[in-house]
Structures are given as structure tokens and as C-alpha cells.
């Protein structure tokens, strides 16, 4: 294909890569980095890598590698040891730069000094993809989800959007008291991060075009997504779409089979498994392929699992309020923290 062969030729500078692999995590658990293994150009995607995007005090964003001594801070890494490394989860994404140089600078920072490290408890999170041009989401993708909500399980994906607006991060906040809605919802979701250009893939190629995975919480006002036959306007608030702490490239994580939970000031409302979606996530890249292009960076929401408040009875609904605090949880994928004002 020539989109194949114009990937192909803007990736063989990676060619020999470098891989950072890791013991399956949740919550404060570490990836260890390791030697490289060489790339072929159908691994051409970034490898073996837990990645964050850290807020810096320029009020901008920049990457962070998450290794056994914390986050390796890359732009200061990078500044200091000049290995061409990509310095923004854009760049990863795009393929811009040496990524083995990311293994290279942890070794070096590791060598001489702490400074180029941040304690995970200290660090500030951004978005961990802080530039998608789409964000797409999926409706009613679980089937004890769709039970509780009084619908029939879904013949084909049913999609909606949210926009850059909406991005949110791990330790980030939303201001409900200055919304004009009252019924707030949370969804606890698996994000699927798009690596490759894709058009028209098909169900057994799809896997070859997901970058890797995230936690994340499409935060509802289901008032407002009532309001019309259109879902938008509930689904779009900003804030409401909260991603990371972390982007775990695919090749670490099986997104169809891991357990994903949500709990509400320590209460636990969502207890579930991935493997319970209607469509998986191969099936979701290839569908939503067929009807637009996606891009590296573009976003999908997998859907949420049974437990949200709208799927109680009427007289058992209490709606989320400022003050709520919600710890959003993905097997290997970590812990979400995200407060309500």
C-alpha cells in the first residue's frame, strides 16, 4: 500500500529503536528499563514504553518516561545529553526524532544526577496526548451496561464526539458549580491511542495502528445529554474528558482483557472487565476507520461498564456534586484522581 510505503520511509530512521520493558502495574507500580530490541519496520511504533506528558512551570507540556527511578524528565534530559530524542508525546506519536534516544537519556540521567527525575507523588500531569484531532467516543459498548440502562445491545457501534476543549488530566479538577447542569455522571473508560494513519483497516490489520492505551473518564451531564436526540452537549463540558496518568504502548497491555473500576469518595461504583464490550477494541479501530480517517493521537473512548448513577432506579440517583472526588482505576494502566469544584 503507498500509504505503507510513506510510513515505512519516514520510519526506517527508527530502525533499531529502542524498547523499555515492564512488570504489569497498577497504581504505584514501576516499569523497569531494559535493553533495546531491534524494530522492523512493522513494529515502526514506539515500543515497550510508559509515557506521561508532565505540566512544566513555562505553563507548557513536555514528555515524561516513566522508569524505575521516577519520571525521567525528558526536555531537561534531553537538553543536557543531546541524544535527538522526542521531547512531547506529539513527537512520539508522529515519530519525530530518535526514539531509542529515550532509553539513552534515562541511562545517562540515571548515571549523574536525581535532577532529572520527578517523584511520581510530586509530578505534574498533563493530558497524556495533549494534541488529538479527533476525539471519539462509544456509546452503550458494555452489555451489563446496556441492560442497566433499559436498552438493547447495540448492532453496531454507536459514536459521538468530544473535543480538545474537553481534555483533562490525572490530579485535575472540574468545575461542575459553574456548569449549567445539575445531573453529573461519571463513566469510567479504556482509551484506545491511535499510532498509524488508518483508512478502511480491517479487523485483523487494526491492532497494527493502536499506539497504546490510557485510563479515562468521559464525565457526563446526563441532563444535558437528555435535552436532545444528539448526546453532544452532555458529553462535551470541558474537563470532561480525562486522560492518563499514563500512555502504555499496546504491546504491554491487552485491551480487551483487564479490569476497570471507578470509585466515589473511596465508594466503589464500577467494578467490571473489558472483555465485556460489545466491540473490542480491534473491531472499534476498524469500524470507525471505514467512515474517517484517524490519525496518530486520535483518541477513542471504549465505553463505560456497568455501575453509572443514570443506570440506578430514579429514587436511588444522587448526582455527583462539587467537593466528589473520583479515583478512576484500568488494570496496568493506573489510577485516575480527578476532583469536582
Not at 24 to 49: E, H, I, K
Not at 148 to 174: D, M, R, W, Y
Amino acid at each position: 500500500m503507498d500509504q505503507d510505503r510513506r510510513e515505512f520511509l519516514k520510519t526506517t530512521s527508527l530502525a533499531g529503536a529502542a524498547a523499555m520493558t515492564g512488570a504489569a502495574m497498577t497504581g504505584a507500580a514501576t516499569l523497569t528499563v531494559t535493553p533495546a530490541q531491534a524494530q522492523t519496520p512493522a513494529q515502526a511504533m514506539a515500543r515497550g514504553l510508559t509515557l506521561a506528558t508532565l505540566r512544566r512551570a513555562d505553563g507548557g507540556y513536555g514528555l515524561g518516561l516513566r522508569t524505575e527511578r521516577g519520571i525521567l524528565d525528558v526536555i531537561a534530559a534531553e537538553a543536557d545529553f543531546r541524544e535527538n530524542a522526542p521531547t512531547s508525546i506529539t513527537q512520539v506519536l508522529n515519530r519525530e526524532g530518535d526514539a531509542s534516544g529515550l532509553r539513552r537519556l534515562a541511562t545517562k540521567a540515571s548515571a549523574q544526577a536525581t535532577r532529572y527525575f520527578v517523584a511520581e507523588d510530586k509530578a505534574q500531569f498533563g493530558p497524556c496526548v495533549t494534541n488529538p484531532e479527533k476525539i471519539v467516543c462509544v456509546g452503550l459498548n458494555y452489555r451489563k451496561h446496556a441492560a442497566e440502562t433499559g436498552n438493547p445491545v447495540p448492532k453496531q457501534p454507536i459514536l459521538f464526539n468530544k473535543f480538545n476543549s474537553a481534555l483533562n488530566h490525572h490530579g485535575g479538577s472540574i468545575a461542575v458549580s459553574k456548569e449549567k447542569a445539575t445531573n453529573f455522571d461519571y463513566e469510567a473508560e479504556l482509551v484506545i491511542v491511535i499510532g498509524r494513519t488508518a483508512r478502511n483497516v480491517s479487523e485483523a490489520d487494526a491492532a497494527q495502528y493502536i499506539f497504546g492505551f490510557c485510563t479515562g473518564n468521559d464525565f457526563t451531564a446526563r441532563d444535558l445529554q437528555s435535552r436532545s436526540s444528539q448526546w453532544m452537549l452532555g458529553k462535551s463540558l470541558d474537563g470532561s474528558g480525562v486522560i492518563g496518568p499514563w500512555l502504555i504502548t499496546s504491546d504491554l497491555v491487552d485491551g480487551d482483557n483487564l479490569g476497570i473500576s471507578l470509585t466515589v469518595n473511596g465508594q466503589k461504583r464500577q467494578s467490571s472487565n473489558t472483555s465485556d464490550m460489545v466491540f473490542n477494541t480491534k473491531q472499534l479501530v476498524s469500524y470507525i476507520s471505514d467512515y474517517m480517517t484517524l490519525k496518530p493521537g486520535d483518541l477513542i473512548f471504549t465505553g463505560t461498564p456497568e455501575g453509572v448513577i443514570s443506570g440506578y432506579p430514579k429514587d436511588k440517583q444522587v448526582w455527583l456534586k462539587s467537593g466528589d472526588k473520583l479515583v478512576t482505576t484500568i488494570d496496568k494502566l493506573g489510577d485516575q484522581h480527578l476532583t469536582l469544584t
